[in-house]
């Protein structure tokens, strides 16, 4: 692990790196060091309904530190990249740490982000049908070139994004892209750090993890979250949510359950590597020990 002393005290740290890594650790020794602000970059962290399944810091040690835009959202608020920039934009003034592994979110703070308009419900309903029945072949053949080209198109999610702005808009994705303001927090003007832990290291780390959640009560998280369950809702995608949930309807037993979560958890970090070493190559390479 980098030395903390080669980290600076000054101007803003972000500090990216798979689930499980060891960042939020880092975060807070550079809280405690120099004063700053831990700001969550981290798309489930934001939900009030998951502080033990998203491995929310604590809340003594929220209480022992200044964390900012943890908890902050309910199952049922909508919530994106843009309002998540929206409230970091006020957090700037005072000195910082923004830790997460949504690269999303520090792709938009550091490159900026474009003013898409919102997407009619009617359109999101056609692009859930045809991802929620298998029809990617009807999406990836209606976006245009520059943003197929440009687009994980495996990749559900970010396939049915583009669709549905081409589809709302009559623009395609890279166009809007390429009108994007300029970014709020420039990379020059920041620390940036990507926490990158041999895979063997990883994976135990987070079967160890997830066992330790099972005994400081995600399932009764999962529990209080039944009543409302919506599979597809953006709040329901927290890793481990979907495969308690199966148990707690007596799918599966709990054993299998947390097997699935662990492979799910594993599954996820495999692909944040991946966007870290392909969209953060320029990023400062921090291995944990």
């Known amino acids: 692990m980098m030395g903390i002393e080669k980290i600076s005290r000054d101007g803003p740290v972000l500090i ?3 689930t499980g890594s060891g960042k939020s650790d880092l975060a807070m020794e550079l809280a405690a ?3 700053r602000l831990i700001v969550n970059a981290d798309a489930l962290q934001v939900y009030d309904c998951w502080r033990v399944l998203s491995a929310r810091p604590s809340a003594a040690q929220e209480d022992a530190l200044p964390h900012a835009l943890y908890g902050h959202v309910g199952r049922d608020q909508p919530y994106s990249v843009g309002a998540w920039l929206r409230d970091v934009a ?3 003034a005072r000195p910082v740490v923004i830790v997460g592994g949504t690269g999303l979110y520090f792709r938009a703070l550091t490159e900026g982000l ?6 009619p419900a009617a359109i999101r ?3 859930d049908s045809l991802r929620l029945s298998g029809r990617m072949d009807v999406m990836r053949a209606a976006i245009d070139p520059a943003t197929a080209a440009k687009t994980d198109l495996v990749n559900p ?3 049915q994004r583009a669709y549905e702005v081409q589809q709302a808009t009559g623009r395609g994705m890279a166009a809007w892209q390429a009108d994007t303001a300029a970014p709020l927090l420039p990379l020059c003007d920041a620390q940036t750090l990507v926490l990158q832990p041999a895979v063997p290291w990883l994976d135990a780390r987070i079967a160890r993890r997830f066992s330790v959640m099972l005994d400081k009560g995600a399932l009764d998280e999962v529990r209080a979250a039944q009543p409302y369950w919506q599979p597809q809702s953006p709040w329901a995608r927290a890793i481990g949510a979907q495969e308690l949930m199966a148990y707690l ?13 662990i492979l799910a958890s594993r ?3 495999k692909r944040q590597r991946t966007w870290f070493r392909t969209r953060m190559a320029n990023w400062t390479k921090v291995i944990p020990e």
């Open 16 to 18: 990216a790196g798979p």
């Open 157 to 159: 999610m970010r396939l």
């Open 90 to 92: 006020g957090l700037l």
């Open 125 to 127: 309903a056609e692009a």
């Open 114 to 119: 474009a003013e898409i308009p919102p997407i």
């Open 267 to 269: 599954q996820y970090a």
């Open 33 to 35: 060091r120099d004063g």
């Open 249 to 261: 309807q007596g799918e599966i037993p709990l054993n299998q359950a947390r097997d699935a979560a």
